[in-house]
């Protein structure tokens, strides 16, 4: 069992920066592909990036690549999603998730979200 908190969401101007966090407890942490995912209002979630056990592997949504960096510190028990040149449409509640596998979907656990608003 692995339990997920997000934080760092906020409101941002669009073209601007935030730094999305993800802090884990529970057993192996490590052990576990990690997740970012996003909702909007009225929209299905959808994937937004995931990393591999070890950081060594990263997989992007075709969107958010070269805009959003997904890293992880196995130390700390977190992963990171950096987001830049944010737009108004990357308003969302953005969930992170543990999984078995690198991969956009099947993950097993999910935190509870953190809301990002970017204004234009």
């Known amino acids: 069992q692995v339990q997920l908190v997000e934080s760092g969401g906020g409101l941002v101007q669009a073209g601007g920066s935030l730094r999305l966090s993800c802090a884990a407890s529970?057993?192996?942490?490590?052990?576990?592909?990690m997740g970012w995912f996003r909702q909007a209002p009225g929209k299905e979630r959808e994937f937004v990036a995931s990393?591999?056990?070890?950081?060594?592997?990263?997989y992007y949504a075709d969107s958010m690549k070269g805009r959003f960096t997904i890293s992880r510190d196995n130390a700390k028990n977190t992963v990171y999603l950096q987001m830049n040149s944010l737009k108004p449409e990357d308003t969302a509640v953005y969930y992170c998730?543990?999984?078995?596998?690198?991969?956009?979907?099947?993950?097993?656990?999910w935190g509870q979200g953190t809301q990002v608003t970017v204004s234009s």
């Open positions: 529970g057993r192996a942490f490590s052990s576990y592909a």
């Open positions: 998730a543990a999984g078995a596998f690198l991969s956009d979907s099947g993950y097993l656990y």
């Open positions: 990393i591999n056990w070890n950081g060594g592997r990263t």
